[in-house]
């Protein structure tokens, strides 16, 4: 049974920081690449960030470049994201999510998904 659990998330300021974590069993981890979503209210899932197998490939959206970092550790089972200079927009619900092929979990095309974690930037 395939497990996938974010956390990392919270409260902060605008202007703050936050490292979430991704961290999946039941499955071999470094065969998939993996990935970030958001979603805020009233607005569709998308994309954050995406990373391939090996971490060799990321892919991050322009509105957090700069920003945003994606990260793995194979030997942990775990994903990263380092938020810095975080804003009031960047509030939103994160999902983490993980498919055999790096295209197909950069659009979300993925049948691994988390619970998500809340993250909220106050002005």
């Known amino acids: 049974q395939v497990q996938v659990a974010e956390s990392g998330g919270g409260l902060v300021q605008a202007g703050g920081s936050l490292r979430l974590s991704c961290t999946i069993s039941?499955?071999?981890?470094?065969?998939?690449?993996m990935a970030w979503f958001r979603q805020a209210p009233g607005q569709e899932r998308k994309k954050v960030a995406c990373?391939?197998?090996?971490?060799?490939?990321?892919s991050v959206v322009s509105s957090v470049k700069g920003r945003f970092a994606i990260s793995r550790d194979n030997a942990k089972n775990t994903m990263y994201m380092q938020m810095n200079s975080l804003k009031p927009d960047d509030t939103a619900m994160y999902y983490c999510a993980a498919a055999k092929r790096f295209g197909s979990v950069c659009t979300g095309d993925a049948d691994n998904w988390g619970q998500g974690t809340q993250v909220t930037v106050s002005s």
């Open positions: 990373i391939s197998d090996n971490g060799d490939t990321t």
């Open positions: 039941g499955l071999p981890f470094g065969d998939y690449a």
